[in-house]
């Protein structure tokens, strides 16, 4: 689709409060985003109980969103790269003598 097939439609003139909220909110998902961004840069440097006491709750959970999603990427790729590790990791744990079964 191109701006061209949208020339036919009316054009939608929204209200100034709802203008003006609209500026509002591009705003404040601005500054989230710069926010976090400064969260994650922080987050290598300090040690973690430190680092989660001096950011928001929002940018805490975002920041250690992202990184666990990076840890498990790595893990899944060099589970991945390991196949004789991951099967020998399937099967079933050794018994013990004189162990009972469950």
């Known amino acids: 689709m191109h701006a061209d097939d949208y020339a036919d439609r009316?054009?939608?003139?929204?209200?100034a409060c709802l203008a003006g909220a609209l500026q509002v909110e591009a705003g404040m998902?601005?500054?989230?985003?710069?926010?976090?961004?400064?969260?994650?840069?922080?987050?290598?440097?300090r040690p973690?109980?430190?680092w989660v006491l001096e950011w928001p709750g929002q940018v805490v959970l975002a920041v250690t969103a992202i990184f666990w999603t990076q840890v498990s990427h790595a893990l899944l790729i060099v589970m991945q790269l390991l196949?004789?590790?991951?099967?020998?990791?399937?099967?079933?744990p050794p018994r013990w003598p004189g162990q009972r079964m469950p």
């Open 83 to 92: 196949p004789a590790r991951r099967e020998h990791r399937l099967q079933p």
């Open 29 to 45: 998902v601005a500054s989230v985003q710069e926010t976090v961004r400064k969260g994650m840069a922080a987050y290598p440097d």
């Open 48 to 50: 973690r109980a430190q």
């Open 10 to 15: 009316p054009t939608l003139h929204l209200p």
